[in-house]
């Protein structure tokens, strides 16, 4: 059974910052990607950033130079994504996505609000 937690969601005024985290457990093999997407009301849920397991990364169009993801290299299983001038477009929940050889795993999701 593997597990996503997410953390770090809340409510920042355009311009700030915020920072997400994303820790997997369970019974793990082998993490081929890790990553982010985000789902606004009535919108389809996109990618925010990803990185791979050899430290990759791919981000979404509107999320480059603002954002960005990384790995914990003390826990290979925790993501963080940097989030920088937010935008209030910026707001949705926010789900962390593993992906390993044979399975894909979707978190809970955290909200994420930005006003303007």
């Known amino acids: 059974q593997v597990q996503l937690v997410e953390s770090g969601g809340g409510l920042v005024q355009a311009g700030g910052s915020l920072r997400l985290s994303c820790a997997a457990s369970?019974?793990?093999?082998?993490?081929?990607?890790m990553g982010w997407y985000r789902q606004a009301p009535g919108k389809q849920r996109e990618l925010v950033a990803v990185?791979?397991?050899?430290?990759?990364?791919?981000y979404g169009d509107s999320m480059k130079g603002r954002f960005t993801i990384s790995r914990d290299n003390a826990k290979n299983r925790v993501v963080n994504l940097q989030m920088n001038s937010l935008k209030p477009e910026d707001t949705g929940v926010y789900y962390c996505?593993?992906?390993?050889?044979?399975?894909?795993?979707w978190g809970q999701g955290t909200q994420v609000t930005v006003s303007s």
């Open positions: 996505n593993a992906v390993f050889q044979t399975s894909s795993h």
């Open positions: 369970g019974t793990i093999f082998s993490i081929i990607t």
């Open positions: 990185i791979s397991s050899g430290g990759s990364t791919t």
